[in-house]
């Protein structure tokens, strides 16, 4: 297999994805008929921090989206071995003079 196609099949194994940060906390949900809140106890809510155009961003994930979520930042992880892989072989085709314009 040559370069080019190497690269256009790493490509297309792009998985759906999202580069961020989950985290777990705690909070009340304002309802005064809630016993756990009653008692000084606090409800899960995941977090989701990521940034777009510089901007640091947070968004609450509701439970049910969580582990896809979390799939999707494990695949960006994934996803940074594959930009390497196929920066590395860019650089080789310019190298070789086979990189397409
Ligand atoms: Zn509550």
Redesign the pocket.
């Known amino acids: 297999m040559n370069k080019t196609t190497k690269k256009k099949k790493l490509l297309k194994e792009l998985p759906d994805m999202m580069k961020g940060s989950i985290t777990l906390t705690g909070r009340?949900?304002?309802?005064a008929s809630?016993?756990?809140?009653r008692e000084g106890?606090?409800?899960p809510v995941y977090l989701f921090a990521f940034q777009t155009d510089g901007k640091k961003n947070i968004v609450s994930i509701p439970a049910k989206f969580h582990g896809k979520v979390e799939e999707l930042v494990g695949n960006w992880h994934c996803h940074k071995v594959l930009i390497e892989n196929v920066t590395k072989l860019n650089v080789e085709l310019i190298k070789e003079g086979l990189f397409e314009e």
């Not at 009340?28 to 309802?31: A, I, L, R």
């Not at 809630?34 to 809140?37: D, E, F, I, N, V």
């Open positions: 009340s949900c304002g309802k809630c016993k756990r809140c106890g606090k409800h």
